[in-house]
């Protein structure tokens, strides 16, 4: 079974959408789940046997990430971080899925995952964190 995290996100639910279309197995968490409380994320895991897990979860607001900085960085990265302490501690593969905020805007696309970071944006900056 997967375990899909942000799954009422935009992004989640088209995860979500790909995954019931396959006839995958998975189990979809959101808000009720606080990845930033890595206590909260060792109870709900505790007795669940995930083969894989999927994040989707993210602070998206750009602009107001400007002035709300800690609670980008707090979801962004260390949420991230403990998703990551969970997945080690149960032997469980990660797929985290970041933005191309990472980059600054200045090449054409396509981006390759070799591209060199360079974000402009708290945002950007925070999604970058997580993903180290």
Not at 47 to 60: E, R
Not at 71 to 83: F, H, Q
Not at 87 to 96: F, M, N, R, S, T
């Amino acid at each position: 079974m997967i375990w899909l995290i942000g799954s009422k996100g935009m992004l989640g639910q088209e995860i979500a959408g790909l995954l019931k279309e396959n006839s995958m197995d998975y189990c979809g968490t959101d808000r009720e789940t606080d990845i930033t409380d890595l206590e909260v994320l060792r109870a709900f895991i505790k007795d669940k046997d995930f083969g894989w897990i999927i994040n989707c979860s993210a602070y998206t607001a750009v602009e107001k990430a400007e002035e709300e900085q800690k609670s980008a960085y707090l979801i962004n990265e260390t949420g991230v971080m403990n998703i990551g302490q969970v997945a080690a501690e149960k032997d469980i593969p990660v797929i985290h899925l970041s933005t191309d905020y990472v980059f600054n805007g200045k090449k054409d696309l396509p981006l390759t995952e070799e591209e060199p970071t360079d974000p402009v944006s708290v945002y950007g900056a925070s999604k970058l964190a997580g993903e180290k």
